[in-house]
């Protein structure tokens, strides 16, 4: 079986969640006017540029990055969301790893797109030699279509990586290849755009090694100890040890191992070139015997991906249009436009004499009484005819807060005075209702990563 073509498979899959990571993450950092539209002669372009067209100057009002500003805020300040102290994490693993930023960055990503990947590995740094983990990106990750929260039905998981040739020579010279095979395995130049994320080509400077780890099945040998009462399973290869073991056993007239053969099903971990070729591979080295990936994909209804964000993309835009509406209305709108009739302009006056004069607070204008008719001079001063504008975008923002969930007390907002601290506690946790599942979730992503940590 090609296990780097069943990597690159499940890296396609997943090419519509990470176009939606990028609309989202746009949105988030302030980049709200790049939508793709067509005009109504038929051109494609962006909202912004749409909007330039017509005399307009793009305004955004991003509502998005405060929300996103204050559910990490309340996040990172709630007791209630500390690190568990109950979960076999060792204290300088938790110092080691940073976990408190290491996890409010990775909240940061779960709101934006929905995903949280962080990869654990017991290996050897400049920090150390221990339990390492590392925020994964999803431009970078890798995984089967799966239906289950929980991740038991993934198959086939892993990630890109970009290392230095130095760096990848130290990983992987004298496994599979000597260090002369895999320094000319990669050329001099194995770079490409840093604009986009593709499958086989690295960032300018760095080598790709494609990380693939597929769930096999395994021939095993079943194996319980009556002396013991013991029960565990060796692979086939340790199978004839345990007859040697057995014989023994019997020659001193004790009970001899029970065995039987069986199949199971076992993590391997595969590293590939872009080219195809194998750079190392073993079995899960983990006392969990799983892979390394802690993985939480958001709500993952028949296999979907949907972030807080993407919620309130719809009510951003219509807040920045009727705010760059607004500011359109406003622009045009006359603002001390002055009629002069021509019959009372005072011969010995310029017309720039009269303006100056006209805008002096002690200023005396002569002027002559028409021949016909009392035309005076009259200044106009326009409203701008943003009323309406002004209570609709008023309601945007209101309904932005009831979608998002985040209003009120959440924002650090109290409503007045004299509010007691239980009740403005009351409030917080009414508030964070609609906020709970989202929460809750990324908890339980943070005790199933807890786990591998203590077992790894």
């Known amino acids: 079986m090609n296990y780097l073509n069943l990597a690159h498979e499940a890296w396609l899959s997943g090419g519509r969640m990470r176009e939606n990571r990028q609309r989202c993450k746009r949105f988030a950092y302030g980049r709200q006017w790049d939508e793709p539209m067509r005009s109504p002669d038929g051109r494609i372009m962006t909202e912004g540029d749409y909007a330039?067209?017509?005399?307009?100057?793009?305004?955004?009002?991003?509502?998005?990055?405060?929300?996103?500003?204050?559910?990490?805020?309340?996040?990172?300040?709630?007791?209630?969301?500390?690190?568990?102290?109950?979960?076999?994490?060792?204290?300088?693993?938790?110092?080691?790893?940073?976990?408190?930023?290491?996890?409010?960055?990775?909240?940061?990503?779960?709101?934006?797109?929905?995903?949280?990947?962080?990869?654990?590995?017991?290996?050897?740094?400049?920090?150390?030699?221990?339990?390492?983990?590392?925020?994964?990106?999803?431009?970078?990750?890798?995984v089967n279509p799966h239906t289950d929260p929980r991740g038991g039905d993934i198959e086939v998981v892993g990630m890109l990586h970009d290392m230095g040739r130095h760096e990848m020579m130290a990983r992987f010279g004298g496994k599979k290849l000597s260090a002369d095979e895999l320094w000319h395995l990669y050329g001099i130049d194995q770079g490409g755009s840093l604009s986009e994320t593709d499958f086989y080509t690295p960032q300018p400077g760095k080598c790709r090694v494609i990380e693939v780890w597929t769930l096999?099945?395994?021939?095993?040998?079943?194996?319980?100890?009556?002396?013991?009462?013991?029960?565990?399973?060796?692979g086939r290869s340790e199978a004839q040890a345990l007859k040697g073991i057995s014989s023994m056993r019997k020659a001193k007239g004790l009970q001899a191992l029970r065995t039987n053969d069986?199949?199971?099903?076992?993590?391997?971990?595969?590293?590939?070139?872009?080219?195809?070729?194998?750079?190392?591979?073993?079995?899960?080295?983990?006392?969990?015997?799983?892979?390394?990936?802690?993985?939480?994909?958001?709500?993952?209804?028949?296999?979907?991906?949907?972030?807080?964000?993407?919620?309130?993309?719809?009510q951003q835009r219509y807040v920045n249009r009727l705010v760059t509406l607004m500011d359109h209305i406003l622009s045009v709108s006359a603002k001390g436009v002055l009629l002069y009739p021509l019959d009372a302009k005072p011969d010995d006056m310029t017309w720039d004499e009269i303006a100056e004069t006209w805008s002096d607070c002690r200023g005396i204008l002569p002027y002559r009484i028409p021949l016909y008719g009392n035309a005076m001079p009259q200044q106009i001063m326009?409203?701008?005819?943003?009323?309406?504008?002004?209570?609709?975008?008023?309601?945007?923002?209101?309904?932005?807060?009831?979608?998002s969930g985040v209003h009120g007390p959440l924002q650090g907002q109290m409503s007045g005075s004299a509010m007691s601290a239980s009740l403005f506690d009351a409030q917080t946790r009414n508030a964070r209702v609609a906020l709970h599942d989202i929460f809750e979730t990324f908890q339980s992503f943070r005790r199933s990563r807890n786990r591998l940590m203590a077992t790894a």
């Open 382 to 403: 326009s409203p701008g005819g943003s009323a309406g504008a002004s209570e609709l975008l008023k309601l945007q923002m209101d309904m932005f807060k009831q979608i």
């Open 216 to 234: 096999e099945a395994r021939s095993a040998t079943r194996c319980f100890d009556p002396e013991t009462r013991r029960l565990f399973m060796v």
């Open 52 to 142: 330039a067209l017509n005399g307009q100057r793009p305004m955004s009002n991003n509502l998005i990055r405060q929300m996103v500003k204050n559910l990490i805020g309340y996040f990172r300040s709630s007791d209630d969301y500390k690190l568990p102290a109950d979960d076999g994490l060792s204290p300088q693993a938790i110092i080691d790893n940073q976990l408190d930023e290491l996890d409010s960055r990775l909240l940061e990503e779960f709101l934006i797109s929905g995903c949280a990947i962080q990869r654990v590995t017991v290996e050897k740094r400049l920090g150390g030699t221990g339990v390492w983990v590392d925020n994964v990106s999803p431009d970078r990750f890798f």
């Open 262 to 314: 069986c199949r199971t099903l076992r993590w391997h971990c595969r590293y590939y070139a872009p080219s195809g070729v194998l750079l190392d591979e073993m079995d899960s080295p983990y006392r969990h015997q799983l892979h390394p990936f802690a993985v939480k994909l958001y709500p993952l209804t028949d296999g979907e991906v949907h972030s807080c964000v993407e919620d309130v993309i719809d």
